[in-house]
């Protein structure tokens, strides 16, 4: 069982950065791939990005490449996602997955969430 706790949601104006975190509970961390998924009102869950279990693999939807980057400490059992440039239409509810290795963009292929962190980008 793994519990996630997302942080550092808030408001911030366009072109500002954010850094969210999500800090797992459990001596597994390391064992799962992990990601960062975000919801908007009246759209469907996305994935943002994802970390493989070592870090050296990232994948970034094509809307936020090359402005968010996606990393994990092992040692802090903690992921983030630091997110640059952002712009209006980032503004979501994000939220921190925890998954095995055959994760995809689907929700329904991850095991556990956490409650979600609000980032709203004003114009």
């Known amino acids: 069982q793994v519990q996630l706790v997302e942080s550092g949601g808030g408001l911030v104006q366009a072109g500002g950065s954010l850094r969210l975190s999500c800090a797992a509970s459990g001596r597994t961390f390391s064992s799962y791939v992990m990601g960062w998924f975000r919801q908007a009102p009246g759209k469907e869950r996305e994935l943002v990005a994802r970390?493989?279990?070592?870090?050296?693999?990232?994948y970034y939807a094509d809307s936020v490449k090359g402005r968010f980057t996606i990393s994990r400490d092992s040692a802090k059992n903690t992921v983030y996602l630091q997110m640059n440039s952002l712009k209006p239409e980032d503004t979501a509810v994000y939220y921190c997955?925890?998954?095995?290795?055959?994760?995809?963009?689907?929700?329904?292929?991850?095991?556990?969430w956490g409650q979600g962190t609000q980032v709203t980008v004003s114009s």
């Open positions: 997955a925890a998954g095995s290795a055959i994760a995809t963009v689907s929700p329904s292929s991850w095991d556990y």
């Open positions: 970390i493989s279990r070592s870090g050296g693999s990232t």
